[in-house]
């Protein structure tokens, strides 16, 4: 009703209407064909993502709008995790197994690589907010260790508000 139009794109397309588009290479569509794009919970997957920014770049109009969120390494929960096992949490081998997970989005790379493949950042924020105190399964065995683990994931986020939200997001204008 609002005028837009949907065109959907994936790598491997499980539908009639999403169009299959490996981010590595030029949009199907040709260049400037858009005026915005989502990579939600993309940037994660892809090998050599600065090319694939650059693709998006090309099928953008110029000040088209690109949103973006990521997994947030800066997590209070995926810093405890990395403390433990060495890895950040979503990152670990078994991610690189199961999720594709081959590069780790700093927020200061991704806004680094998209100013480098034509893109400025407009705005950042952190989704989900901060830990909440009280676990979810009040009443079961591990909930002190929960309980105590939430409150060091609090007291990291007061030093750190990046760590507050399990990923992150950034809106990008196309130069």
Request: aromatic content about 8%; overall charge positive; some cysteine.
């Amino acid at each position: 009703r609002a005028g837009f139009k949907y065109r959907g794109f994936d790598l491997k397309p499980n539908k009639k209407n999403i169009q299959k588009w490996d981010l590595s290479e030029s949009c199907p569509q040709g260049k400037e064909c858009c005026n915005t794009a989502l990579l939600l919970e993309v940037l994660e997957h892809l090998v050599n993502p600065g090319n694939a920014l650059k693709n998006i770049r090309e099928a953008l109009q110029k000040n088209g709008i690109l949103v973006i969120t990521c997994p947030n390494p800066r997590w209070s929960k995926s810093r405890i995790h990395a403390l433990l096992t060495g890895f950040p949490s979503c990152f670990t081998r078994d991610d690189l197994k199961l999720n594709h997970h081959v590069f780790v989005p700093w927020p200061h790379i991704v806004e680094k690589i998209l100013k480098e493949s034509g893109f400025e950042v407009i705005e950042y924020c952190l989704i989900e907010g901060p830990t909440k105190i009280l676990p979810k399964a009040v009443l079961s065995l591990s909930m002190q260790y929960k309980l105590v683990g939430n409150i060091i994931c609090r007291l990291v986020e007061k030093v750190d508000p990046t760590a507050c939200g399990m990923s992150f997001g950034m809106v990008a204008k196309a130069k």
